[in-house]
Structure formats: structure tokens, C-alpha cells
């Protein structure tokens, strides 16, 4: 009850912490931006500054002049302030485009300063020149405003003013520059070119007052009307004190008008005579220029200053307010918790104990139960469930009494289940006897056939009907083994392991494609004779039936030191993806229950339950050729053991004999299948793979004298009918049911 409140607290005071912490940054960038402001207009003020103070001194040739070095290097200490101000400016797109702007500027800015006023930037170009740089900078104005009631019309207002600036100063600049110069000198139209370009920044000086009246406030205005009459007092100022200080020295002095008649004058084509006689020279104008471009510096600067201020005051303001709403939330948090874990207390006991009591039943006792429903029958498990020691009668012994009653039903559910698995297993396992004993009266009856037919076109005829019945007969021992029976019968002496894999080669369809070489002396034991046969069947089923019908089955083995005996079946079908890998050998490790799934990998379970039985370990790997699969099957020492001779018997020879030519013939070699040397006792050669443990070390040795009896070879006599004629005699044998091996013979 009280976590709800406390979630909702924790997160609406999140918000605002988050919202002040955001400000707080938004504010910081603020600041960092109206600092990369301030040093622009500065260095865009002083650069411009620089062309006008050069003027005079460069039309004069003096390149090296105090006043002309002064300039630019206050301009270049105006730049490195601005790179300072780079560094530590948001990293933002818009910021970024402008200073990539500025950028290109300046590289052109040494070309401009050693062209300045010579025969490559005649005219007026060394003037405009300068706006390279000077513009660029003056744009970064427009990124100002935060905290204002209006940022667009903030960084309007001050952009207005700096192009007003900008207009003043060429003014300065070019009008200095027609009364300084020798016109005498100038290319024919080279005049009208600086008079027009004159007139039209005087034009523009006074669009940009009108945008900085539309764009700026009431104060701005009284602001800009306040520095103009403060430089026309300034300027009356200096006409009288150089009207008396010509007095002083005897000089005549021609007072010169305002700065509007000056600009009127120049614009108008006068001569330099005719201007002079008016009192208008070089210095006069430069003086009285000067006095508006400082006035309009001065705007600007309160305008920059004013967004750098009051960017801080709102960085502070929520720098203090996130810290105080993250004090209060933590604080706030705190108390809650506090009282929360205070109410807990007093009814945690219970609680607690009807958690775990839950808690045990649901992760132990619940699933155990129903693994134990799930491996054994119904009746041989109590399905009755300890009730929760929980006796109260308050809500909390009703919760306890609920959970009981679920815990009863899931379990009376999973003993259902359990039964209803089992009834299936019953008529899997009654269908799968009924059958089989048809199919050996099927295949007595074919062998009754066989031994009686003369004609060899029929005996073959015969002898595919007896092995498909042979095949038959093994897809019903697949519904035994889904049942969960074992063999009614088994055999009561061991059998060599090259028997029990020619009879499992035997019932598969392409029996003929399947080749072994390299199969050591080795007995099985009898109890598990009829298991591997039918094991071992399927997976040859499975790699011949995903390979190419023109490709081999190999089949080798290999006796390890400790007693273990390793075999592989080599396929080259196309093989399987790495966690198609991992899905089938978790299954043939760990059988699941059956189910619905089992139908789709039917061979795979049944793989996986006949290995269980007797401690096989069956795993498969990528071919180690270009394509293909690999099956692993590690029988352990339990079932097998070496015999008695030490050499192979002649039939083993020959077939290795056979294969080993075959293979040559292919540029294969045996050898490649067989180890070259033994592996070191207690490994099993194969930790390229895994590293298996097959029997623990309490597993008592295997039991040789087992004696029991089963009928697996119902058609092997007539498997090795099928290569010679029906006159020839048949002899005995033991395995399951061979295949013709004229192939290896």
C-alpha cells in the first residue's frame, strides 16, 4: 500500500530534478555560448577597427607603422580568445557550422593584411575583404538569447546593431579612404566604384537602425538614442577644442559640419579641395565616424554582457534549485522508506512466512513432486501435500489456505497427467507387441519362403520383402521404447561389435552405402546387444537418409586404453547449423518427456532413452570434411571388453583390406579415421570434442555371466543369401540382420 505513493513520489521527484539539472545545463551552455559571443563581436570589432586605422598608413606605403602593428595584434589576441572560447563553446550543429565559418575566414585574413591597398585589392576590395571574417562572427550573435522572453528577437536586436557597427566602419573605412587617396592615381571608373560602394553602406548603415528599432525593445531604443546624443556631444566637444587649440597656434580652422553632411558630401563626388574647404579631411571624418562606431560598440557590448549575465543568474538559480529539489527528494524518499519498513515490521513475521512456504513450493516441492509423477507410475507416488504452517485466521491465514488449495489441485492436475502419460505408454507398448508378434510370424513365414524358392529373381524380391518387414519390426520397437519398455528378450552371450554393426546396417533401407573399416576385436555384452543394434540403426538411418544416395556411410571405431570403445559414422550430407548442433545433443543427453514434439524427432529420442540405459554417451559434430556429420557414440567399459585373440579374424582383415583400397582409390586414406597413437590412460582421445566421463568410480566392472535369450536375427540368413546363388548353403549367424557384403568381402 505504501509503495505505491512511494514509486509515484520517487518518479515526479526524479522529474524535477531532472527538469532543474536540465535547466541548469541548458544554462551552462547559455553562459559558454554568450562568452563564444562576446569574444566574436569582439575580434569581429577590432578587425574591422584594424582595416580602419590602417588605412591612412598604408596608403602612405608605411606597412610597418605603430599604428597599423598595434592594430593587428590586438586583432590576433582577439582570435586566440576566441579559439579559448571555442574550446569550451557546446558542441553543437549550429555553433559548429558558424565557427567553420569563421574558420574559412581566416585562413584568407594574412592574403587580405599583405594585399591590403595595393594593385591586387585596388578600390574598395581591401575594405570588403575584411568581411571574410568579420561577418561570420558577427552571425554568431544570433545564437544569444536564452532566458529572455523572446531569444529570436534578442539575437535580431543584436545582430541589427552589429551590422549597424559593420556599415559604420566601412563608412569609416572607404569614406578615409576617398579623402586620404590621390585620385589622381585611380583607374578610369575606379572613383564611381568606391563612391557607389560608399553610398550603398551608407544606405545600409541606416536599413540597420531601422532593424534594430523593429527587432529591439523601448529600452534598447532610449539605450541607442542615449549613446548617438552622447557622441554628438562628444563631437561638438572636439570641434571646439580643436578650433581653440588652431587659435592657440595661429592657424585658421574651418569647423567641420556633422557626421550626416559629411557623408552627404563625400557621397556627392566633391573633390578632396572642395571637402577640405568645408573643413571635411581625413582625420575630421575618421573622428567623428569613430564616435558612432563607439557607440554602437557600446550597445552591443551591454547587449552581450546583458545575455552573459543573465544566462549566469539563471545557471545559479538552477544550479541552487536542482541541488535543493535533489536534497528534498532524497530526503523525501528517505522518510518514506523509513516509515514503510516501520509498518513492515509489524506484520513482516507472517508474511515472511507464508513468502517462503510459497516460495519452497513452487521452486521444490511442486516441481519435484511432478518430476516424480512424470518417471514412475501414479500409484508408486503419495500424492498428498503438507499444508503451510500458517493457522491464523486473518487474511493472511486465508492466503495460506488458498495456496494450499492450489497446491492440492496442481498436484491432483500433474497425477492426471502423469496417468493419462501412462495409459499412453500402455497402448503404445500393447500396439507395439501386437505388432512385433505379427511381424516375426511375417518374417518366419518370408524365411520359410526363402529357404524353399530357387528362382533368383524371386528370392531378391523376397529378400527386400524381409528386410523392409526387418524395418518394420524396429519402428515398433520405437513405440516400446516410447513406452518405456525394454526388450523382452536378450542375448545370453556376448556378441563381436562387428556383428552388432553389420546387424543394425542390415535394417537400414541404403544398407548397401554403408562402409566400415578400422573395427577393433571387442565384445558386447549380451544385455546390451539388442539396444546398440537398434541405436546404432537409427542413426545409420539418419545419415543415409541425409546424404546424397551416391555417397559412402562410414563407420570406424577405436579401443581406448581404458576400456572404452569410440565409434563414428561419417556422412557427407549437408550438415547442420551450430545450434541445431546444441539442440539435438541436449536432447540425446537429457531425453524430454514425450509430447507432442516427440513425433518430429522421434529417431533422436529414441537414440537418447536406448543410450541412457546403458551409460552410451551419443553426440554429433560437424563433418571434418567440406560438409557433412559426424555421430559420436562412446560405448563404455561396461558393456565391452576386448576378446581373447588378439588379432582380427579374417573376415575384419579383409574388409579393412577392401576399405583401405577403396579409399585409396578416392585419395582417402584410412588412416585418417584411426588414431596414430594411443591417447594417455584416462583420456579417451577425443577432447577435441569433449571431454566424457562416461562411469563414475563407484560404477562396479561390468557382469559377464548375464544369461538370457533374444530372437534379433530373424533375417540375416537370408541378408547373406542375397549375394550368392539359391543353390549355395546357408550358414548361421548372429547379427540382427546383415546386409549382402559383397561390397567389402
Keep these: 500500500m505504501l509503495l505505491i505513493p512511494v514509486v509515484i513520489a520517487l518518479v515526479l521527484g526524479g522529474i524535477r530534478v531532472k527538469h532543474s539539472v536540465d535547466t541548469w545545463q541548458a544554462a551552462d551552455d547559455a553562459v559558454r555560448v554568450a562568452e563564444l559571443v562576446q569574444a566574436a563581436n569582439k575580434y569581429a570589432s577590432d578587425a574591422i577597427n584594424e582595416r580602419d586605422v590602417s588605412v591612412i598608413p598604408l596608403l602612405k606605403g608605411e606597412r610597418t607603422a605603430a599604428a597599423v602593428v598595434q592594430a593587428r595584434r590586438t586583432t590576433d589576441e582577439d582570435?586566440?580568445?576566441?579559439?579559448?572560447?571555442?574550446?569550451?563553446?557546446?558542441?553543437?550543429?549550429?555553433?559548429?557550422?558558424?565557427?567553420?565559418?569563421?574558420?574559412?575566414?581566416?585562413?584568407?585574413?594574412?592574403?587580405?593584411?599583405?594585399?591590403?591597398?595595393?594593385?591586387?585589392?585596388?578600390?574598395?576590395?581591401?575594405?570588403?575583404?575584411?568581411?571574410?571574417?568579420?561577418?561570420?562572427?558577427?552571425?554568431?550573435?544570433?545564437?544569444?538569447?536564452?532566458?529572455?522572453?523572446?531569444?529570436?528577437?534578442?539575437?535580431?536586436?543584436?545582430?541589427?546593431?552589429?551590422?549597424?557597427?559593420?556599415?559604420?566602419?566601412?563608412?569609416?573605412?572607404?569614406?578615409?579612404?576617398?579623402?586620404?587617396?590621390?585620385?589622381g592615381t585611380l583607374a578610369p571608373g575606379e572613383l564611381d566604384t568606391q563612391l557607389a560602394s560608399f553610398r550603398s553602406y551608407a544606405y545600409l548603415e541606416k536599413v540597420a537602425l531601422q532593424e534594430y528599432a523593429g527587432a529591439g525593445t523601448a529600452d534598447d531604443m532610449a539605450r541607442l538614442r542615449k549613446a548617438l546624443t552622447a557622441a554628438?556631444?562628444?563631437?561638438?566637444?572636439?570641434?571646439?577644442?580643436?578650433?581653440?587649440?588652431?587659435?592657440?597656434?595661429?592657424?585658421?580652422?574651418?569647423?567641420?559640419?556633422?557626421?550626416?553632411?559629411?557623408?552627404?558630401?563625400?557621397?556627392?563626388?566633391?573633390?578632396?579641395?572642395?571637402?577640405?574647404?568645408?573643413?571635411?579631411?581625413?582625420?575630421?571624418?575618421?573622428?567623428a565616424s569613430t564616435l558612432g562606431f563607439d557607440a554602437y560598440r557600446s550597445i552591443e557590448v551591454h547587449l552581450t554582457d546583458t545575455a552573459l549575465a543573465g544566462a549566469r543568474d539563471i545557471a545559479d538559480d538552477a544550479r541552487r534549485d536542482a541541488i535543493i529539489n535533489a536534497v528534498l527528494v532524497i530526503a523525501s524518499v528517505l522518510l518514506a522508506f523509513l516509515l514503510a519498513a516501520w509498518v513492515a515490521r509489524t506484520m513482516s513475521r507472517r508474511m515472511r512466512r507464508l513468502s517462503a512456504s510459497a516460495i519452497e513450493i513452487a521452486g521444490q516441492r511442486l516441481p519435484a513432486l511432478i518430476t516424480r509423477l512424470s518417471r514412475a507410475a501414479p500409484v508408486q507416488v503419495d500424492p498428498r501435500v503438507a499444508p503451510i504452517p500458517i493457522t491464523s485466521t486473518d487474511e493472511i491465514g486465508e492466503v495460506a489456505r488458498a495456496f494450499d488449495h492450489v497446491h492440492r489441485e496442481a498436484v491432483r492436475l500433474a497425477a492426471e497427467q502423469a496417468l493419462l502419460r501412462g495409459n499412453i505408454n500402455t497402448i503404445f507398448t500393447n500396439l507395439s507387441r501386437r505388432n512385433q508378434s505379427l511381424i516375426e510370424r511375417q518374417l518366419a513365414l518370408i524365411t520359410h519362403l526363402e529357404d524353399h524358392e530357387t528362382d533368383p529373381d524371386q528370392l531378391e524380391n523376397l529378400f527386400r520383402l524381409d528386410h523392409l518387414a526387418t524395418r518394420v519390426r524396429?519402428?515398433?520397437?520405437?513405440?516400446?521404447?516410447?513406452?518405456?519398455?525394454?526388450?523382452?528378450?536378450?542375448?545370453?552371450?556376448?556378441?563381436?561389435?562387428?556383428?552388432?554393426?553389420?546387424?543394425?546396417?542390415?535394417?537400414?533401407?541404403?544398407?548397401?552405402?554403408?562402409?566400415?573399416?578400422?573395427?577393433?576385436?571387442?565384445?558386447?555384452?549380451?544385455?546390451?546387444?539388442?539396444?546398440?543394434?537398434?541405436?546404432?540403426?537409427?542413426?545409420?538411418?539418419?545419415?543415409?537418409?541425409?546424404?546424397?544416395p551416391h555417397s559412402e556411410v562410414r563407420v570406424t571405431a577405436v579401443h581406448l586404453p581404458d576400456g572404452r570403445i569410440m565409434l563414428e559414422i561419417h556422412d557427407q550430407g549437408i550438415g547442420l547449423p551450430a545450434e541445431d548442433f546444441a539442440m539435438i545433443n541436449r536432447k540425446l543427453a537429457n531425453p524430454p518427456t514425450v509430447d507432442a514434439e516427440i513425433s518430429q524427432h522421434m529417431g533422436l529420442f529414441v537414440v537418447g532413452r536406448l543410450a541412457g540405459r546403458h551409460g552410451?554417451?551419443?553426440?554429433?559434430?560437424?563433418?571434418?570434411?567440406?560438409?557433412?556429420?559426424?555421430?559420436l557414440v562412446m560405448l563404455p567399459d561396461t558393456i565391452t571388453y576386448r576378446t581373447a585373440a588378439e588379432e582380427p579374424d579374417t573376415e575384419t582383415l579383409a574388409l579393412a583390406a577392401v576399405t583401405e583400397a577403396s579409399s585409396s582409390r578416392h585419395g582417402i586414406s584410412t588412416a585418417s579415421f584411426i588414431p596414430q597413437e594411443a591417447p594417455p590412460l584416462g583420456l579417451d582421445g577425443f577432447q577435441?570434442?569433449?571431454?566424457?566421463?562416461?562411469?563414475?568410480?563407484?560404477?562396479?566392472?561390468?557382469?559377464?555371466?548375464?544369461?538370457?535369450?533374444?530372437?534379433?536375427?530373424?533375417?540375416?540368413?537370408?541378408?547373406?543369401?542375397?549375394?550368392?546363388?539359391?543353390?549355395?548353403?546357408?550358414?548361421?549367424?548372429?547379427?540382427?540382420?546383415?546386409?549382402?557384403?559383397?561390397?567389402?568381402?
Excluded: C
Excluded at 623 to 629: I, K, L, V
Excluded at 701 to 719: C, F, L
Design 79 to 183: 582570435a586566440k580568445a576566441f579559439d579559448r572560447a571555442v574550446a569550451r563553446m557546446p558542441q553543437n550543429s549550429g555553433l559548429l557550422r558558424r565557427v567553420g565559418l569563421v574558420r574559412a575566414g581566416e585562413k584568407q585574413l594574412p592574403t587580405v593584411r599583405a594585399n591590403a591597398f595595393t594593385s591586387r585589392l585596388a578600390g574598395v576590395q581591401t575594405e570588403e575583404s575584411y568581411h571574410l571574417v568579420q561577418h561570420p562572427l558577427m552571425e554568431i550573435s544570433n545564437e544569444l538569447g536564452f532566458g529572455s522572453n523572446n531569444q529570436a528577437s534578442f539575437g535580431r536586436t543584436l545582430y541589427a546593431i552589429s551590422l549597424t557597427q559593420a556599415a559604420e566602419s566601412l563608412i569609416r573605412s572607404i569614406g578615409t579612404h576617398l579623402l586620404a587617396e590621390d585620385r
Design 232 to 287: 554628438a556631444a562628444q563631437g561638438e566637444q572636439q570641434r571646439a577644442d580643436a578650433a581653440a587649440n588652431a587659435r592657440a597656434a595661429g592657424r585658421s580652422y574651418v569647423a567641420p559640419p556633422d557626421l550626416d553632411k559629411m557623408v552627404g558630401e563625400i557621397a556627392a563626388g566633391r573633390t578632396t579641395a572642395q571637402l577640405t574647404a568645408e573643413g571635411i579631411t581625413p582625420e575630421s571624418f575618421f573622428a
Design 474 to 548: 524396429r519402428n515398433g520397437e520405437n513405440l516400446l521404447v516410447l513406452g518405456g519398455e525394454k526388450p523382452a528378450h536378450q542375448w545370453d552371450r556376448p556378441l563381436p561389435l562387428i556383428d552388432v554393426i553389420r546387424a543394425a546396417s542390415s535394417e537400414v533401407e541404403q544398407y548397401e552405402r554403408i562402409t566400415f573399416s578400422g573395427i577393433p576385436e571387442a565384445e558386447i555384452h549380451g544385455r546390451a546387444v539388442t539396444d546398440l543394434v537398434h541405436l546404432l540403426a537409427e542413426l545409420l538411418e539418419n545419415a543415409t537418409s541425409f546424404s546424397s
Design 616 to 631: 552410451i554417451r551419443v553426440q554429433l559434430r560437424p563433418g571434418g570434411e567440406q560438409s557433412g556429420t559426424t555421430s
Design 688 to 745: 577435441g570434442y569433449e571431454a566424457w566421463n562416461d562411469r563414475p568410480a563407484d560404477t562396479p566392472p561390468p557382469n559377464r555371466d548375464e544369461n538370457a535369450r533374444t530372437p534379433r536375427a530373424k533375417g540375416a540368413r537370408s541378408r547373406r543369401r542375397a549375394r550368392r546363388s539359391p543353390k549355395q548353403e546357408s550358414s548361421p549367424d548372429v547379427s540382427r540382420s546383415a546386409p549382402p557384403w559383397g561390397t567389402v568381402e
